[in-house]
């Protein structure tokens, strides 16, 4: 940025997947504190979409429902999560938490 300081220092955080691929990165400006319940809900939301192929909707928090993939048919959907698909649209589908 033209008015940034070149002497100020960014923290920056990294979330590296078991696979060693980047799968989040946040950069913080000095000014402003870190949140660490914003990561570990990342993490959670990450280790989720990882084991289950669901998404998590903005402002997720744990326990709440979540999003089916789209790359998951209905059809596989409502086997793969016994305890219900609700469907909104053909694209957005959500069901409970599926690890709780």
Same mark, same amino acid.
């Given at each position: 940025?033209?008015?940034?300081?070149?002497? +100020? %220092?960014v923290?920056?955080?990294?979330?590296?997947?078991?696979?060693?691929? *980047?799968?989040?990165?946040? $950069?913080?400006? @000095?000014?402003?504190?870190?949140?660490?319940?914003?990561?570990?809900?990342?993490?959670?939301?990450?280790?989720?979409?990882?084991?289950?192929s669901? +998404? %998590?909707?903005a402002?997720?928090?744990?326990?709440e429902?979540?999003i089916? *993939?789209?790359?998951?048919? $209905?059809?596989? @959907?409502?086997k793969?999560?016994?305890?219900?698909?609700?469907?909104?649209?053909p694209?957005?589908?959500?069901?409970?938490?599926?690890?709780?």
């Open positions: 940025h033209p008015n940034a300081s070149a002497t +100020a %220092t923290r920056s955080l990294f979330v590296i997947g078991p696979d060693k691929a *980047v799968k989040l990165t946040i $950069t913080y400006p @000095a000014s402003t504190g870190r949140n660490f319940t914003e990561v570990l809900r990342v993490i959670d939301s990450l280790q989720l979409t990882a084991g289950y669901v +998404a %998590t909707p402002d997720w928090k744990g326990g429902d979540v089916v *993939v789209p790359a998951v048919s $209905t059809e596989d @959907a409502i793969k999560f016994p305890k219900g698909v609700k469907v909104v649209k694209y957005l589908r959500y069901t409970p938490q599926p690890n709780i």
